[in-house]
């Protein structure tokens, strides 16, 4: 439905996206998450039609997609017209009432009388704000005003949607609101791609997950797929008494970066029942006790911070 075909563009010298390609199909969520600078933000103005690219395409539609920056006038429009797009930043106004944000985006898109009122009617209830339909938005609350710009994405009914951040400080009731709304419209055969910082929130909606980093795609799988690039799949967090060889200790099989600070070890694991014993046992042949020790599992965050590592992005 919606196809970054080989993009790349560049702001003087610094090339911000180096092609790039992914696509998003109908009845799925696909997450493109990345470091600050990472060109995420330039990403989705090109496949919003925003900034043209220097290189390369984005294609809208099925099958064969038409190219949206090769095309003007009407043509352009109509592709556009296929795209809802929730910004971070609010794009509502705020003294027109809820209806009429809605009535004035739907008219830009083409839609008037009856069938504009029915959209509008069916988008706020589909956003829980029918009951503030007459209300203007400067009364809302930051939740209630996400929930309204998602629904000035929805009003013209596109097929694709293109969600930069929603979440962003919104209470945890309003989070779920928006996640509900997102499976609904994923059920509903929509093509939706999510950015975020928030690696849960990844982990709870996402079918596929784009990983970028310098203008590149670093990844692109299932968070499945994801976990099986780390070598180390499980963990153990230990609290042992004394300092452990860790070259020593990571030469045991199975065992994977073990790292010490304090009285706490953290080794990985790759593989939980078969690997814990092993530890155990180079510990207790080495002579530390163990005082206490936990067990988990590797996160889109580990998997995340292996790919981009742990520098700084300013």
């Given amino acids: ?15 911000v996206v180096d092609d790039l390609s992914f696509d998003v199909m109908p009845g799925e969520i696909v997450g493109l998450l990345g470091p600050n600078g990472a060109g995420k933000s330039t990403t989705v103005a090109m496949l919003c039609g925003l900034v043209a690219p220097d290189s390369g395409q984005v294609l809208v539609g099925n099958g064969h997609g038409a190219p949206l920056a090769a095309l003007g006038g009407a043509d352009a429009a109509r592709l556009k017209a ?3 797009v929730v910004p971070q930043e609010l794009s509502i106004y705020e003294t027109l009432t809820a209806e009429a944000n809605l009535a004035l985006f739907g008219a830009l898109y083409g839609l008037a009388g009856a069938p504009l009122r029915t959209r509008v009617a069916e988008t706020l209830a589909g956003v829980g704000l029918s009951d503030r339909a007459k209300d203007k938005p400067a009364t809302f609350s930051g939740g209630m005003k996400r929930r309204l710009n998602i629904a000035a994405a929805l009003v013209h009914d596109p097929d694709t949607l293109i969600f930069d951040e929603p979440t962003v400080g919104v209470d945890p009731q309003s989070r779920n609101a928006i996640f509900d709304h997102l499976e609904a419209l994923r059920a509903r055969g929509k093509a939706i791609l999510y950015t975020t910082h928030y690696m849960e929130e990844a982990e709870r909606l996402c079918d596929r997950i784009v990983i970028m980093d310098h203008g590149k795609v670093v990844a692109s799988d299932t968070l499945q797929g994801l976990h099986r ?5 499980d963990s153990l967090e230990l609290e042992i008494e004394g300092e452990a060889d860790l070259a020593s200790l990571a030469r045991e099989p199975g065992v994977e970066r073990p790292q010490q600070q304090g009285v706490l070890l953290r080794v990985g694991l ?6 814990a014993p092993v530890v155990l046992s180079w510990l207790a042949a080495h002579g530390h006790t163990v005082r206490r020790l936990s067990s988990g599992r590797a996160n889109l965050e580990d998997v995340f911070l292996s790919l981009t590592g742990r520098q700084l992005r300013d």
């Fill in 1 to 15: 439905m919606l196809e970054a075909r080989n993009l790349g563009k560049s702001y003087g010298s610094r090339k």
């Fill in 82 to 84: 296929r795209i809802g």
């Fill in 229 to 233: 690039r780390l070598p180390a799949v």
């Fill in 270 to 275: 790759a593989d939980l029942a078969r690997t």
